[in-house]
């Protein structure tokens, strides 16, 4: 089988649940490409061999720089802050590699826009991971909607909820600072459900928002802090540059309504990312915390029967799920990694595009701009408005 190598720059959450991805898309599901695990890059160059020999990636670089240009590389796969996500995505078109991006995909609209062109004018295949596309349950939410089962969508509810800095202890990671993140929950969680609602409902064409820091200053991190993790030995006070909450509504050019909640202040939300959409002929609701289960209400069953339904979405008639276990054989947060992996080597195999791709993180990235727009200026935004 023809093979593709692939880099990963970065090594921390994300770094595994992708290494984990290469590695499972081979063994459950029929694909024409395999991908070698070629080079795992990152700073400290401990942490990065740990990383490389716990998940068998072949060789360790330091440099993605040199990373990018080497002409064995078929693939890079971007798991570092969002601030390097533009360079490294501009130096991977140029180089002719595909594009593997974690989410969000950028700092701002203007740096979408730059990456999204690149990679087009490079003709390369280029992936966004807003993984929760490939859940089974929203992915076949995704089919009954263009089945006609929901009808007109009249309403979106999306909201994505956390609480893992509620703490004011809490260290000033990168997620808190606006120059490596760009945004707090507005863009690490709100990208998702803005990203589910393009992919479920359509276009948003305006956006009004407000958005709150609720701690303004927090200790510098110390050693191992990150993502839902404090670690130790924080030190003197920083102040926090991104919202601790950001609340939107929205209309879409379909003329649906929608409301968007992104928080990481929800005390005894973990993960909580929910959605609600009601339709002429019919509604939905997901919680990711039930993520095999899909609510269902079908307007045409007989009036005294009308209800919603919970469809455990396990069957293998169901999408992706023939690849894995018998019905009711549960699956997790880390297949829906998997399922991309599977889907872009498929298109790369095949030449044919993938979605979402940088284009659809371009059109996110002008929502969650329009919407930074409206909570500085009270007013209501076009999302053409960002330029
Ligand atoms: C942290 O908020 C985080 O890991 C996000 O960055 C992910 O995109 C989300 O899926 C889970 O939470």
Redesign the pocket.
Known sequence: MKKVNVAIIGTK?MGKAHSNAWTSAPKFFDVGLMPVLKVACGRDEKGTADFAKTWGWEETASDWKKVVERPDIDIIDIVTPTFLHKDIVLAAAKNGKHIFCE?PIALNYAEARDMYEAADKAGVLHYLNH?YRRTPAIAFAKQLIDEGKIGQIFHWRGTYL?DWITDPNFPLTWHLQKEFAGAGPHY??NS?SVDLARFLVGEVEAVSAIMKTFVTERPLPGKDAG?FKSGSGASDMGKVSVDDAAFMSAEFENGALGAFEASRFASGRK?YNYFEIYGSKGSLAFNLERMNELEYLNLEDPVDEQGFRTILVTNATHPYIDAWWPPGHIIGYEHAFTHAVVDLLNALENGTPITPNLYDGMKGMQVLEAAILSAKTGKKVNVSEVK
């Open positions: 959450f989410k993984n956390q690490d969680l998702h993502t993960n």
